[in-house]
């Protein structure tokens, strides 16, 4: 049983400081893609001061893991347009991401071109291109990812990884209300 309404609405820095362990792991459901062992490792440095603090924990606790739980995180992202998005099995966040951006209304050219670019960048990387994209228009996704094609696998997995940060930040500024902190 919760001592925590478990709705993520109105939720606050306070209330993520205050609630059970496991609830604080519900609560960030889905701010890292389908990997709540970050939640879990992070709940440990509360309370949180502030966001910042909130997201740095969870970024640091994504940082300190394996190589191996970090590519598991990278593969737990879906392909840009894929065949999660084509099938309706995207999580909340990555349909509105994904929505905001343009990429679930592509021309039959851009749906053909993402594809391959997703189909290279994989074989190439081992796991899917991953970016931030409500922080740019479809054209800069589309050049960001022709771009990255030609990273070393070391640049790119570290890039990626910093890209899931960035997405965790926008996804917990839109999850916490501006409710003072009270700790």
């Known amino acids: 049983m919760t001592d925590f309404p478990l709705v993520h609405t109105a939720l606050t820095l306070a209330d993520l400081n205050r609630i059970a362990a496991p609830d604080f792991v519900i609560a960030l459901d889905g701010i890292f893609e389908h990997s709540p062992w970050i939640a879990e490792r992070a709940v440990v440095r509360r309370p949180f001061g502030s966001l910042d603090a909130l997201h ?5 606790a994504m940082w ?3 190589p191996d739980e970090q590519r598991d995180l990278l593969c ?12 309706g099995t995207l999580t909340d966040h990555s349909t509105g991401e994904q929505d905001s951006a343009g990429l679930t209304r592509l021309s039959p050219g851009e749906k053909q071109r993402i ?3 997703n189909a290279t960048y994989r074989d190439r990387h081992g796991f899917p291109f991953i970016i931030a994209v409500k922080l740019r228009t479809k054209r800069q ?7 990255r094609l030609n990273n070393t696998p070391d640049v790119e997995f570290g890039t990626a990884l ?16 501006a409710a003072p902190v009270q700790a």
């Open 64 to 66: 300190a893991a394996t």
């Open 141 to 147: 996704i589309f050049a960001e990812f022709e771009r």
């Open 56 to 60: 740095g924990a969870l970024v640091a």
């Open 115 to 117: 594809l391959q670019l």
């Open 162 to 177: 910093a890209e899931v940060g960035r997405i965790a930040r926008i996804r917990l500024d839109a999850l916490l209300s």
């Open 76 to 87: 737990a992202h879906p392909e840009l347009a894929g065949r999660e998005a084509d099938a």
